[in-house]
């Protein structure tokens, strides 16, 4: 999967980062020691000490070397791991991210989730990462005022996000307070600010159609995603912009007009709309949307946007828009912390640690999502109905997969996966929901 659409450049990209190792005195590439990082994550080991006995078995080593292209007849430890992600410069392994996503877009391979046929759904997220009860360093982020725990290390993340579940990488800003005196702590609001040039120097030309929650929707934001020519779709909360809101709702109202629809569960829904806002000299529309479900509950959504409610189909695809932006929090952020990749575990408290572990578990965690989102298993595993069979039917979870993915590499010979893949050929790989 990784040649397929990596084209066998992702360990080039991995040893061409500037290494902080004494060169004379290091033994592993750095692409072995990113991979066995990688590893990590992707077999849901949940720490350095139980990669270090997985490190020790002879078929993992081997197994280790074919994927990082290199011929060591061992694995480097965890506690090298450990000692190079304190030193690495965090910012490489996130442009490295950044670079598999933009690979997946030049190779067309995600179009098909573009929305209007033109715009990439980026959607902007925090989340909590590292979580200490007391103060771990000066950059630690209080829940409670400045000096109340637990103490955090969050993370605002920037992620294309698709109606198939799959999200990917696209920048990461961490959140945390400066080392001298400050007034306000460090937060979403403010790291948004500094992710907007990461996500420019990494996708100088896509088109974005930025998705946010109802913080986001500031005048600010705004005005950010006019000058670099971004569209937004934004939850809109009457608490956010009381006086908009009101004014939205009115101006919907007086206009008389809905358009009536049903969820692909069957719901019904119901959507209005209003066109030609003003917030603080920025235009925007706004969109509302009742959706009643099979028990008669009533649920009522808001989006506040750049793209003119025109016409039915306009209207829909801004609803889609909107409603995706839970895949960040369902998909991503939920799956970092409970997914299997123990997100909130401390893997490495010193240096730049913390920061190179969180950009490990991006990496395994997309690796591990272009299998279960694609249809890769459905081609190697034919059924009488030439269907073949799923990923769900047959691993039924990531966690499984997981744990199946670690078994064969303490168990196959690196032999046996090469000839399993030689006896694959090419293929082309499709992503889907199923």
Excluded at 203 to 224: W, Y
Excluded at 384 to 403: C, L, N, S, Y
Aim: hydrophobic share 40%.
């Amino acid at each position: 999967m990784i040649t397929h659409f990596l084209h066998g450049e992702f360990n080039g990209q991995l040893n061409a980062m500037e290494d902080p190792r004494d060169k004379d005195a290091c033994r592993y590439a750095m692409s072995h020691m990113v991979w066995l990082g990688i590893l990590l994550f992707a077999c849901h080991m949940g720490s350095r000490e139980e990669l270090g006995r997985n490190a020790r078995n002879a078929n993992f080593a081997e197994a280790l070397n074919w994927l990082a292209d290199t011929c060591e007849d061992t694995a480097s430890c965890a506690d090298n791991l450990g000692r190079v992600m304190e030193n690495l410069d965090p910012d490489q392994l996130e442009e490295v991210a950044a670079w598999v996503t933009g690979t997946l877009i030049r190779s067309k391979a995600l179009d098909r989730f573009r929305i209007f046929d033109k715009y990439f759904l980026v959607v902007v997220d925090g989340t909590d990462g590292a979580t200490f009860e007391e103060r771990h360093c000066a950059q630690c982020v209080a829940s409670e005022g400045r000096e109340g725990g637990p103490f955090k290390h969050k993370v605002l993340l920037a992620r294309l996000v698709t109606d198939c579940g799959l999200t990917l990488p696209v920048a990461v800003e961490f959140i945390e307070n400066p080392d001298g005196p400050y007034d306000k702590q460090d937060c979403e609001r403010k790291a948004f600010n500094r992710i907007v040039p990461k996500m420019k120097k990494f996708f100088p030309r896509l088109p974005i159609c930025l998705g946010g929650d109802s913080l986001f929707a500031d005048q600010g934001v705004m005005r950010t995603c006019r000058l670099n020519g971004w569209m937004f779709i934004f939850t809109f909360k009457e608490g956010k912009t009381p006086k908009l809101f009101a004014e939205a709702l009115s101006k919907a109202a007086r206009s008389g007009k809905s358009l009536p629809g049903r969820g692909d569960d069957g719901s019904r829904r119901t959507v209005r709309w209003a066109r030609n806002l003003t917030h603080e000299g920025n235009a925007c529309h706004a969109v509302f949307m009742d959706e009643w479900d099979k028990d008669g509950g009533k649920h009522s959504w808001a989006w506040i946007t750049s793209i003119s409610p025109r016409d039915a189909d306009t209207i829909w695809e801004i609803v889609k828009g909107g409603r995706l932006r839970w895949k960040i929090e369902n998909e991503t952020n939920n799956t970092f912390k409970n997914g299997g990749y123990e997100m909130e575990h401390v893997y490495g408290g010193n240096g730049h640690a913390l920061k190179n572990f969180f950009q490990l578990l991006q990496l395994a965690h997309m690796f591990n999502e272009l299998v279960a989102r694609g249809d890769l298993l459905r081609k190697l595993t034919p059924t009488p109905d030439g269907e073949g069979a799923g990923f769900k039917e047959v691993f039924v979870t990531v966690g499984h997969f997981a744990r199946c993915l670690l078994e064969s590499l303490r168990n196959s010979p690196v032999h046996a996966i090469e000839a399993a893949l030689k006896a694959i050929g090419r293929f082309q790989v499709r992503f889907s929901s199923a």
